[in-house]
């Protein structure tokens, strides 16, 4: 059975990490676009992001995630730092 414990502790182990590294890197991302639209009005988020990556992405995606980060109210952390 310990080999099986180990086993099932690993993947477990490593999925969560797997699962924190995407979470990360997104809400990361997503301030970093964030940062990109405010900057002088006349362009969108999404203008920002092709401008400084050369990529092109589903305008109504990022809109969407961005305006749902602007919907959820501050957490304590956020408010006492």
Same mark, same amino acid.
């Given at each position: 059975?310990?080999?099986?414990?180990? +086993?099932? /502790?690993?993947? *477990?182990?490593?999925? +969560?990490?797997?699962?924190?590294?995407?979470?990360?890197?997104? %809400?990361? %991302?997503?301030? %970093? @676009? $964030? #940062?990109?639209?405010?900057?002088?009005?006349? $362009?969108? =988020? @999404?203008? =920002? *992001?092709? /401008?400084? %990556?050369? *990529?092109?992405?589903?305008? /109504?995606?990022?809109?969407? =995630?961005?305006?749902?980060?602007?919907?959820?109210?501050?957490?304590?952390?956020?408010? #006492?730092?």
């Amino acid at each position: 059975m310990k080999i099986l414990d180990r +086993y099932i /502790r690993l993947h *477990v182990a490593g999925g +969560y990490l797997l699962i924190m590294l995407i979470l990360i890197t997104l %809400f990361t %991302f997503l301030d %970093f @676009v $964030e #940062q990109l639209g405010a900057g002088d009005g006349k $362009e969108t =988020a @999404v203008e =920002a *992001v092709r /401008r400084r %990556f050369g *990529v092109t992405i589903n305008p /109504r995606s990022i809109e969407r =995630a961005l305006r749902r980060r602007k919907k959820k109210p501050p957490t304590k952390l956020e408010t #006492q730092g």
